[in-house]
């Protein structure tokens, strides 16, 4: 009986354990769940954008991978303008001579593929180190998922970029995230010592960090309360800022920030303008930049709301109101410094957590997990669908026309705006020198102002030519500019165009490409056949072609010489030049519109339906000129007219003083047709009050349909 007693005991104890565990693993099943989403969420992450080109709207990444070739080629870190031919030789600190040896040699043996990998994996870090501040060491939460992806996405547009910066943003995360839980302070001296080499000018951004926490641990000590620290640990503190020595530069790099305390960099890059207060009240969901920007704005209202919460709770703490503060003084002395103002918040969005009690509802499970996972992959998916050239879009990029430059004679001069210079100094030198780019670390306000007004201001233009005698000139397609130059270029022939410009040469220069005959029409970018005889449309073309098939990435002058053909009626050349734009730019609607254009002029109407089709869903389809009528005609051939009428409408606006009297005919027939009578009435009005009297065929076939209308709508009303 003893027997049977204990052993049913056992029994007992052994259920009551079963039963236990399997609650215990219950309980954890929503955390583990979401902690799996998180490292999901994030790989997948970093697998989109590893397959999202590089967006390259500035050319920074160019200076950097010249600043590295450099640094190896001469075994000295940079610190000249070596690849510009200004006088006098400019001298800076370079402050990021670390950064720009690691992405060259990156680039070097992986190519762009290397850097967009380096951007995502740094980024996607970035992310997760969010997500373990805001965190925190509490369970999992719904509103951790939304502050985590709002920090995540608000810090996007500038963290997926290959600049310095994101560095020093890796740097500010990992402060705040051995502050916030107390631990790895051994990695200070490292950070310091990496941003003093990687983004040395960004230094005070880390002092702010380093100081706010200093305060807290002041006031614990002034109350006679424990420093949340160990000495050793407050040691490693204390003399982590003097690892900012541990540079080339040692102490000059202090006053660095400080130097161009009376620079005019506000009023020529619009990123460093300041931020108004009523910036931060501006709020747009679509499309997706500005959502994105929305983001960042809601965060930093957040962040406010929280902190005078915090006042209300009484949990408020000295570095947070500083780090707040120095944060909204950052933005309002830039525009650039929002995203900085993501990292210094989060703090007082973790303690805002803390404030908060939070119970685990199972069923909130899937709401978390589409927060984490599908928001962010969603967005990244986006801009992976607009990302079309992998790894990198060349359509922002002076390509071809570099390519020209570089094969003239050796030692030639290259003056060029300086938006997309940088380009060309990576890619000319050593053989050519051009004047400068827009690192203005290294160039100073009147250098910009010359650079950016030379092609703006003829005075400018002549006043450079006579004190260096530059031997190319990188002129922008305008057409005005052009004439008002014409005494100043007299030294100088045009003798090959791109997207970006028309290049011309001194005329000492030697080069097998002739003096561009027809500027007007490159300039314009179009083609008025009336204008030509027939000895000038064969001239035209073979310039044009000459110049397409120079390099057939060229976009404006494959588009050009296919309106050449278009205007001269030659649809068999038109296709070639349709199929050489939809391969290279299939993101484009140009290469597809012309092949619609030629088709059309075939008679082959499904054919070109299918391609204007196409074309209304690339960029470019806003022109209305290049959509034109043709698609409307072919529709209306097809007695499609329903989306006859449609595509009318979205390729013109018959209110428009550009409109010609000829559409408003179509817009009357069309609409007829498509049985919008009520439209029909009033565009007839207006098409008669256009056409002018000669034209008797279009006037007659609208005073015709008037009167039909008249009937319809008199029997109708009986």
Same mark, same amino acid.
């Given at each position: ?224 309360? #424990?420093?949340? *620290? ?5 040691? @490693? =503190? %204390?003399?982590?800022? /003097? $690892? &900012?020595?541990? !540079?080339? +530069? ?38 997706? #930049?500005?959502? *994105? ?5 809601? @965060? =930093? %209202?957040?962040?406010? /709301? $929280? &902190?005078?919460? !915090?006042? +209300? ?406």
């Amino acid at each position: 009986m003893l027997k049977k007693t204990i052993m049913n005991q056992m029994n007992k104890k052994f259920y009551q354990k079963m039963i236990d565990d399997l609650s215990l693993k219950v309980d954890r099943f929503p955390e583990q769940t979401m902690n799996f989403s998180v490292i999901a969420s994030f790989f997948l992450s970093f697998i989109l954008l590893s397959l999202t080109a590089l967006d390259l709207v500035d050319s920074d990444l160019w200076f950097h991978l010249n600043q590295g070739r450099e640094l190896f080629a001469t075994g000295t870190i940079p610190s000249t303008s070596f690849f510009s031919y200004i006088e006098p030789v400019r001298h800076w600190i370079n402050y990021s001579w670390l950064f720009q040896a690691i992405v060259y040699q990156i680039f070097l043996h992986t190519g762009y593929v290397g850097l967009i990998v380096f951007r995502s994996l740094i980024y996607v870090f970035i992310g997760y180190l969010f997500y373990l501040i805001i965190l925190k060491n509490r369970p999992y939460n719904f509103l951790a998922a939304i502050l985590t992806v709002f920090c995540f996405i608000g810090v996007m547009p500038r963290s997926i970029v290959v600049r310095p910066h994101i560095f020093t943003y890796l740097n500010l995360l990992l402060l705040l995230f051995a502050f916030e839980r107390k631990k790895f302070f051994w990695l200070f001296p490292i950070v310091f010592t990496l941003e003093a080499n990687l983004h040395g000018i960004a230094y005070p951004l880390l002092l702010l960090i380093w100081g706010s926490y200093l305060m807290d641990y002041y006031v614990c000590y002034k109350r006679c309360k #424990p420093i949340p *620290v160990s000495k050793k640990d407050l040691a @490693v =503190i %204390l003399i982590s800022p /003097l $690892f &900012l020595l541990f !540079s080339p +530069y040692w102490y000059h790099l202090f006053a660095l920030p400080f130097d161009n305390a009376v620079s005019f960099v506000s009023y020529y890059i619009v990123e460093m303008n300041p931020t108004s207060f009523l910036q931060l009240f501006v709020f747009r969901f679509w499309p997706l #930049p500005y959502l *994105v920007y929305t983001i960042k704005i809601i @965060v =930093i %209202l957040l962040a406010f /709301l $929280f &902190l005078i919460y !915090s006042f +209300y709770k009484k949990t408020f703490k000295i570095s947070y109101i500083v780090l707040f503060v120095g944060s909204i003084f950052l933005l309002s002395k830039s525009k650039r410094f929002i995203y900085d103002c993501i990292f210094f918040i989060v703090p007082i969005l973790s303690m805002f957590l803390s404030n908060m009690k939070f119970v685990h509802k199972k069923k909130y499970i899937f709401v978390n997990i589409a927060i984490m996972f599908f928001v962010p992959l969603s967005v990244f998916t986006y801009y992976l669908y607009h990302s079309v050239h992998y790894p990198l879009s060349f359509m922002n990029v002076p390509q071809v026309g570099t390519k020209f430059i570089y094969q003239l004679p050796k030692d030639q001069t290259v003056l060029m705006s300086p938006a997309k210079a940088g380009y060309l100094a990576w890619t000319l030198f050593p053989k050519h020198k051009i004047f400068m780019d827009l690192e203005l670390a290294l160039f100073d306000d009147v250098d910009a102002f010359e650079a950016m007004y030379v092609f703006h201001n003829p005075v400018v233009l002549q006043h450079h030519i006579n004190k260096y005698h530059a031997s190319v000139l990188y002129v922008p397609l305008n057409k005005q500019m052009l004439s008002d130059y014409s005494v100043v270029f007299k030294k100088y022939k045009p003798v090959f165009f791109d997207d970006f410009g028309i290049i011309y040469v001194r005329r000492d220069v030697s080069t097998s490409f002739p003096e561009l005959a027809f500027l007007d029409t490159i300039a314009a970018q179009e083609v008025n056949k009336d204008a030509f005889t027939e000895k000038n449309k064969n001239r035209l073309i073979e310039e044009l072609k000459r110049v397409a098939d120079f390099d057939v990435s060229g976009f404006k002058a494959n588009v050009l010489l296919g309106n050449a053909y278009y205007a001269f009626e030659q649809p068999q050349n038109m296709l070639e030049v349709a199929d050489r734009l939809i391969n290279g730019f299939p993101d484009q609607a140009a290469g597809f519109i012309l092949k619609a254009q030629a088709l059309f002029m075939l008679h082959q109407l499904e054919e070109s339906v299918r391609y204007y089709k196409q074309a209304v869903t690339k960029q470019g389809a806003h022109d209305r000129r290049l959509l034109g009528k043709n698609y409307y005609i072919a529709l209306a051939t097809m007695k499609r007219f329903d989306e006859a009428y449609e595509v009318l409408n979205n390729a013109y606006n018959p209110f428009m003083k550009e409109t010609p009297p000829d559409i408003l005919y179509e817009f009357a027939v069309g609409a007829v047709n498509a049985r919008e009578y009520e439209a029909a009435v009033t565009f007839i009005q207006m098409a008669l009050l256009s056409l002018p009297d000669f034209d008797l065929k279009r006037r007659n076939e609208l005073l015709r349909l008037q009167r039909e209308l008249n009937a319809f709508f008199s029997k109708k009303n009986t």
